[in-house]
């Protein structure tokens, strides 16, 4: 919860305040995509040793950094090229931290049968409304606010981390080695799902990133842009046992096609729109974009790889989603900004999204094999 409140504080507010210091759209589409080519690059291999060495002594680690790194930044951008080098080091330390927790839940899923992911996840949403709410509330004392504000959330969760004891498959393993990321990837179906969830990243990316550059552009308050993000994470929370009921009646492809598809429609929403109340909402179709994709996306990897792996099959997505998908939506969109509104900016990535829709949908309703068969695949994986 406290590590989503955290995620609130900074990631729709961080375009913003690079654009409040004068960055023009090219140079906050390069700034902007840091964090997401850290996690790109970075994430897989965290993932990795996460599996070896154990992931909760990595996430206190990770916790630990990035709450004094957020301290500092605002004192260290004083230009260009010392925000990126600043920014690059919160990265480094901070973009670990969610994919840590998540696969620590599904550890505790694992080894206990009355639980499922959607249960952790759901804290997630109020988790996200709480950071960005009080961080939105909280802008009128200063651009700087977020950044001490994510520490903050990071400091609380590094508390309630403590004295946490984490399930058997969550402690370390000696027997893993990096060449375990090449056999996840040597599966085919799975790499061109990888592909999917980068091009749909990088449409939501434009939503994820410059909403509040949209809500500047188009007249709104510091008020209705804080309750915009509030309902756009509380709109997940009914999402959460939706997701659940559906994996539990149809492959994971099904209702990714249904987040496909809304997403679209939310991009083409926002493209002809002029209320910034209007936005809110319009926020309320988070929950069936984000939140059915991604629930959809962590089961469809956790039933393709063995759990000694999961860790790592799992920053694999957060790579594609948060990493190449994050990081080809902020150029896209940063220098799309320099050229036109982000009304058009949505409408090209509207579009961008309708086009892999119907990718994804020719191609999971062709591979019933691989997508139905889910025994069979569990045994390949193993061998």
Do not use: C, H
């Amino acid at each position: 919860m406290l590590g989503f409140a955290s995620l609130a504080s900074w990631m729709p507010i961080y375009n913003l305040w690079l654009a409040k210091k004068g960055m023009s759209g090219f140079e906050i589409g390069y700034l902007s995509a840091i964090p997401w080519v850290v996690v790109l690059i970075m994430q897989p291999f965290v993932g990795m040793l996460a599996d070896k060495w154990g992931k909760l002594l990595l996430l206190k680690v990770f916790l630990t950094l990035s709450s004094i790194v957020f301290l500092l930044v605002p004192f260290l951008s004083v230009n260009v090229a010392m925000t990126g080098l600043s920014i690059l080091v919160l990265s480094i330390v901070n973009t670990p931290i969610l994919p840590l927790i998540d696969s620590i839940a599904l550890d505790e899923v694992e080894i206990n049968e009355k639980l499922n992911y959607s249960q952790f996840r759901f804290w997630g949403a109020p988790g996200y409304a709480m950071g960005a709410i009080i961080t939105g509330n909280l802008l009128s004392w200063g651009a700087n606010t977020f950044f001490y504000t994510s520490s903050v959330f990071l400091v609380l969760g590094l508390i309630g981390f403590l004295n946490f004891t984490p399930g058997v498959t969550a402690t370390a393993r000696k027997d893993i080695s990096f060449s375990g990321i090449g056999n996840i990837l040597s599966r085919g179906p799975l790499v061109i799902f990888f592909l999917i969830i980068v091009i749909v990243s990088a449409g939501q990316s434009a939503i994820n990133f410059f909403l509040t550059v949209y809500l500047d552009q188009i007249g709104s308050t510091s008020r209705n842009t804080g309750i915009a993000l509030g309902v756009q994470a509380l709109s997940e929370l009914p999402f959460y046992l939706v997701a659940a009921w559906m994996l539990k009646r149809m492959d994971a492809s099904r209702p990714l096609l249904i987040a496909i598809i809304f997403t679209a429609m939310r991009l083409f929403l926002y493209s002809i729109n002029n209320n910034p109340f209007m936005v809110i909402f319009i926020e309320i179709l988070n929950g069936l974009t984000w939140t059915i994709l991604w629930i959809a996306s962590v089961e469809f990897v956790n039933k393709r790889v063995p759990s000694e792996w999961r860790t790592t099959g799992q920053s694999l997505l957060w790579a594609s989603y948060f990493g190449a998908g994050a990081v080809i939506g902020s150029l896209l969109s940063g220098n799309l900004l320099d050229y036109m509104n982000m009304k058009m900016v949505f409408a090209i990535n509207g579009v961008m999204i309708t086009v892999v829709g119907i990718f994804a949908a020719a191609y999971f309703f062709s591979a019933k094999t691989e997508f139905e068969n889910k025994e069979i695949k569990l045994k390949l994986w193993i061998k």
